[in-house]
């Protein structure tokens, strides 16, 4: 399985981003793909995640009713919508994949087996 984010960039604070995540390779709907953010001098921290093969999410408290993630199955993509950006969402984002546990261990990135490069998100002030 091989992942590649996008859709990084330099947005002002109360705009919106979307990033996208394409997944390639032997995809089971039954697996998770998560979403965490790391800001530089911290550690990596979970933000979203969903089960591929329904509507299942789960949401960190700091991004609730701000961001949402979503797939679409057909094209082995999933995409993290950003609206109500805040300087403090500035960070390296990463998709990844879990496929052993559902959504037992969504949040915990150890669990996760499968990673994309990162994008990188900056919201300005």
């Known amino acids: 399985v091989q992942l590649q984010a996008s859709g990084g960039g330099l947005v002002q604070a109360g705009g919106s981003l979307r990033l996208s995540c394409v997944a390639s390779?032997?995809?089971?709907?039954?697996?998770?793909m998560g979403w965490f953010r790391q800001a530089p001098g911290k550690e990596r921290e979970f933000v979203a995640a969903?089960?591929?093969?329904?509507?299942?999410?789960k949401y960190a408290n700091s991004v609730k009713g701000r961001f949402t993630v979503s797939t679409d199955n057909a094209e082995n993509t999933s995409y993290l919508s950003m609206n109500s950006l805040k300087p403090e969402d500035t960070a390296v984002y990463y998709c990844?994949?879990?496929?052993?546990?559902?959504?037992?261990?969504?949040?915990?990135?150890?669990?996760?087996?499968?990673w994309g490069q990162g994008t990188l998100v900056t919201v300005s002030s």
């Open positions: 969903i089960i591929l093969c329904g509507h299942t999410t």
């Open positions: 390779g032997r995809i089971n709907r039954n697996y998770v």
């Open positions: 990844a994949i879990e496929t052993r546990s559902g959504f037992s261990y969504y949040s915990v990135s150890g669990q996760y087996d499968y």
